[in-house]
């Protein structure tokens, strides 16, 4: 296999992660819409098994997104580190579907600008 074809693999992984997390979706609700096994669902986000074309649909429609959507902002020319195994994205997928439950919109939206100034802060601060 080309590093091309491995990148392109592991970035579309990596946008079906993206999307099923913003969704609030665990693995093992997408694999029961998909009717596969939470392991493939791992297997195809971490870049370690290809995703065939009839498959990228299914995702793309399961996910409600266009195909194009994992193809977006697809670099080849930059190397790939492996994505990791296992529930790392857990409190990710817990607060993406906290958050979508909080009704009210002025909530939301504090909330929404205190996370985005808490990761600046992280981004401007050296831990050395």
Same mark, same amino acid.
């Given at each position: 296999?080309?590093?091309?074809?491995?990148r392109v693999?592991?970035?579309v992984g990596?946008?079906?992660?993206?999307?099923?997390?913003? +969704?609030? %979706?665990?693995?093992?609700? +997408?694999s029961?819409t998909?009717? *596969?096994s939470? %392991?493939?669902? %791992?297997?195809y986000e971490?870049?370690s098994?290809?995703?065939?074309a009839g498959? +990228?649909?299914? *995702?793309?429609?399961?996910l409600?997104?266009?195909?194009?959507?994992?193809?977006?902002d697809?670099?080849?020319d930059t190397? @790939?580190?492996?994505?990791?195994?296992g529930?790392?994205?857990?409190?990710? @997928?817990e607060?993406?579907?906290?958050?979508?439950? *909080?009704?009210?919109?002025?909530?939301?939206?504090? @909330?929404s600008?205190?996370?985005?100034? +808490?990761?600046? *802060?992280?981004d401007?601060?050296?831990?050395s």
């Amino acid at each position: 296999m080309s590093k091309t074809s491995k990148r392109v693999d592991s970035h579309v992984g990596e946008r079906m992660r993206e999307r099923r997390t913003m +969704l609030g %979706q665990t693995q093992e609700q +997408l694999s029961a819409t998909l009717e *596969i096994s939470y %392991q493939q669902v %791992q297997k195809y986000e971490t870049g370690s098994n290809r995703v065939s074309a009839g498959r +990228l649909y299914e *995702i793309a429609t399961a996910l409600n997104v266009d195909v194009a959507y994992f193809f977006t902002d697809l670099d080849t020319d930059t190397d @790939i580190e492996p994505m990791a195994h296992g529930g790392a994205n857990r409190s990710t @997928i817990e607060l993406a579907k906290n958050f979508q439950s *909080i009704a009210d919109k002025p909530t939301r939206d504090g @909330i929404s600008a205190l996370v985005k100034a +808490l990761g600046n *802060i992280a981004d401007d601060t050296d831990f050395s």
